[in-house]
Nanobody, 121 residues
Framework: QVQLVESGGGLVQAGGSLRLSCAAS?????MGWFRQAPGKEREFVAA????????RYADSVKGRFTVSRDNAKSTVYLQMNSLKPEDTAVYYC?????????????????WGQGTQVTVSS
């Protein structure tokens, strides 16, 4: 069993930046970030494979968000720049049961508790 703990969320003005971190209690394969806004379904944001050599992004965040990982620290990061009010959501990190960076929530076995990101206009 892998436990995931997100941190780094908060309130930021539009155009600002935040860096989310996700610390894992053990070794993980591919990792992903998802988000859920009020009244909406959870959606894929970004994913990274085990080595960090492959990343995938939702079209809505491409060019603004960057996912990375430090396997020595068992930590995955999500750098969010040029934030928009529509990025407001609870952000979750998840650990994939596979090595590849998947965009499908069903491929992820473990989930963190989420961290709130609020972008004001």
């Amino acid at each position: 069993q892998v436990q995931l703990v997100e941190s780094g969320g908060g309130l930021v003005q539009a155009g600002g930046s935040l860096r989310l971190s996700c610390a894992a209690s053990g070794r993980t394969n591919a990792m992903g970030w998802f988000r859920q806004a009020p009244g909406k379904e959870r959606e894929f944001v970004a994913a990274i494979n085990w080595s960090g050599g492959t990343t995938r992004y939702a079209d809505s965040v491409k060019g603004r968000f960057t996912v990375s990982r430090d396997n020595a620290k068992s930590t995955v990061y999500l750098q969010m720049n040029s934030l928009k009010p529509e990025d407001t959501a609870v952000y979750y990190c998840a650990a994939n049961r596979l090595y590849s960076a998947s965009t499908y929530a069903d491929d992820y076995l473990y989930w963190g508790q989420g961290t709130q990101v609020t972008v004001s206009s």
